[in-house]
């Protein structure tokens, strides 16, 4: 089975832009991330979501970050404008949902490395 | 506080022997999980092995296994006869149900290095 898809892998854009970047979870899975990954942070949740519903977009840092889930098989994370400082590697994971109801383990994808010059 | 703890910044290993990446965690929750995932310098996020509060032995996956020591609140990575291959930075994450999301919260991350 193929693993998370993100695309693009790479994104290089001038300050101001909008950035769009995509996901596609592992098919079945009942839970999708965003992840932000810096020097200065580590590895941040931004949001996530339960059957395309969003759950806690409380990681996310401001008004100018949106994410959506039209259906199961497809998330996007939107930078509108970007900022320098928002250069770093979104990463998406999905996972399916455990016995208890709650995620059972991420898998990741690739990622993609963000620059915002 | 920081939820999970990870103490070594950088690590050296010669190829073939073991190595132990440290990993302590603070947590009053008495249903969590430890997670370790692996990052190559090609970027992607790794999962290696997991680990339940309850569970009664330690979890092994091939060449790794966690050492869970939960009177200590530790949860090391062993990855035994170490390869070139396993160049990377070692993550820990653990959830818990405090706070009412079960979403891993990572550490800061080890980097580990093989030498040949």
């Known amino acids: 089975d193929a693993g998370v898809i993100q695309s693009p892998r790479h994104e290089v854009t001038e300050m101001g832009q909008e950035v769009t970047l995509r996901c596609k979870p592992i098919?079945?899975?009942?839970?999708l991330f965003w992840y932000r990954q810096t020097m200065m942070r580590g590895l941040e949740l931004l949001i996530y979501f339960n059957n395309n519903v969003p759950i806690d977009d409380s990681g996310m840092p401001e008004d100018r970050f949106s994410a959506k889930m039209p259906n199961a098989s497809f998330s996007t994370l939107k930078i509108q404008p970007s900022e320098p400082r928002d250069s770093a590697v979104y990463f998406c994971?999905?996972?399916?949902?455990?016995?208890?109801?709650?995620?059972?383990?991420?898998?990741f994808g690739p990622g993609t490395r963000l620059t915002v010059l | 506080a920081q939820k999970i703890t990870q103490t070594q910044p950088g690590m050296f290993v010669q190829e073939k022997e073991a190595v132990t990446l440290d990993c302590t965690y603070d947590?009053?929750?008495?249903?969590?999980?430890l997670f370790w995932y692996k990052q190559p310098s090609s970027g992607e996020m790794i999962f290696l092995i997991y680990q339940g509060s309850y569970d009664q032995q330690n979890a092994t996956e091939g060449r790794y296994s966690l050492n869970f020591q939960k009177a200590r609140k530790s949860a090391n990575l062993v990855i035994s006869a170490s390869q070139l291959g396993d160049s990377a930075m070692y993550f820990c994450?653990?959830?818990?149900?405090?706070?009412?999301?079960?979403?891993?919260?990572f550490g800061r991350g080890t980097s580990l290095i093989v030498h040949p």
């Open positions: 994450a653990m959830r818990e149900r405090t706070g009412g999301s079960y979403i891993p919260t």
């Open positions: 098919s079945g899975h009942d839970y």
């Open positions: 947590t009053s929750d008495p249903s969590y999980g």
């Open positions: 994971a999905s996972s399916s949902k455990g016995a208890s109801g709650d995620p059972d383990t991420q898998y």
